[in-house]
């Protein structure tokens, strides 16, 4: 299994920008997506999660500027951003719990993290 994200990039203060992430291999079922974000010397934090069913979960920080959405058949989640600032600038990181085909547990996932950058 391999999520591949897309969309990063550089944006200036206020703008928007559009993150993807796409999970493709043996794929049974996907239970939660979602987007993580690592700023220089920082901790990765949670962005936003997103349920199989569709519900979700958002950072207090980003609550109100970024929405995140998904598309099951296309075992696809979106990263809507709004209002960017500067102290958004990081790279981020789609994540998943994967059910392969064959397996009776979830595994988790990571993609290879997009850079973003908020910058005049």
């Known amino acids: 299994v391999q999520l591949q994200a897309s969309g990063g990039g550089l944006v200036q203060p206020g703008g928007s920008l559009v993150l993807s992430c796409a999970a493709s291999?043996?794929?049974?079922?996907?239970?939660?997506m979602g987007w993580y974000r690592q700023a220089p010397g920082k901790q990765r934090e949670l962005v936003a999660a997103i349920t199989s069913g569709g519900s979700t979960n958002y950072a207090d920080s980003m609550r109100g500027r970024f929405t995140v959405s998904r598309d099951n058949a296309k075992n696809t989640v979106y990263l809507q951003m709004n209002s960017l600032n500067p102290e958004d600038t990081a790279v981020y990181y789609c994540h998943a719990y994967v059910k392969r085909y064959s397996f009776t547990y979830t595994t988790e996932y990571w993609g290879q993290g997009t850079l973003v950058t908020v910058s005049s």
């Open positions: 291999g043996s794929i049974f079922s996907i239970r939660d």
